[in-house]
């Protein structure tokens, strides 16, 4: 039997909302273990003098407990 665990991390890029998330998920991987996905919850943009300058993602990753 697995026991899965998740957790909210909030990640962002200034090239885009992929950029976002495999930065966001390549963080996480470094200190979690058994990732098995991400759930993109919210996602926001930055403006600034009418452009966008930063791209922001707040997901849920969830990963299989060892044990």
Do not use: C, H, P
Not at 16 to 38: L, M, Y
């Amino acid at each position: 039997m697995s026991v899965a665990k998740v957790i909210e991390i909030s990640s962002s890029s200034s090239v885009s909302f992929d950029d976002a998330i495999k930065q966001g998920v390549s963080r996480a991987s470094k200190t979690v273990k058994n990732i098995q996905g991400a759930w993109i919850q919210d996602q926001q943009v930055v403006v600034s003098n009418n452009q966008v300058t930063e791209y922001r993602v707040m997901m849920k990753v969830t990963f299989i407990l060892e044990g």
